[in-house]
C-alpha cells in the first residue's frame, strides 16, 4: 500500500477532529458593531491661556438642532516645556 493512501485518512480524519472545535458565529445583534457617530467639530489648540483659547474654538461650533442629543467633551492637559535646542557652534578652527 502506498505511503499517500495511508495520509489521506489521517488526514480527513484530524480534520473531522478540529472541525468540531469550531465555534459556530455569533448571531447578529442589533448594535453589536456598529461604528461610532461621526464627529461634528473637533478642534486643538495650545496656548497659555487655556480659558480664552476655549472661548474662541466655541465660536466655530455648529448650531445644535432640538431633536438631537450630543456629547461635548473638554480637556485642558498641560504640556511639558519645550526642550532648548542648542545652538551648534560654527567658529572656524585656528589653523584653517
Do not use: W
Amino acid at each position: 500500500m502506498s505511503c499517500k493512501a495511508l495520509i489521506l485518512p489521517l488526514l480527513l480524519g484530524s480534520l473531522l477532529v478540529h472541525a468540531s472545535d469550531i465555534q459556530p458565529p455569533l448571531p447578529d445583534r442589533p448594535g453589536a458593531h456598529m461604528p461610532p457617530p461621526s464627529v461634528l467639530y473637533q478642534a486643538s489648540k495650545q496656548s497659555k491661556d487655556p480659558q480664552a483659547t476655549a472661548q474662541e474654538l466655541f465660536k466655530n461650533i455648529p448650531a445644535a438642532e432640538s431633536d438631537k442629543r450630543y456629547e461635548v467633551m473638554i480637556s485642558v492637559r498641560e504640556l511639558p516645556p519645550q526642550a532648548i535646542r542648542a545652538q551648534p557652534t560654527t567658529a572656524p578652527l585656528k589653523g584653517q
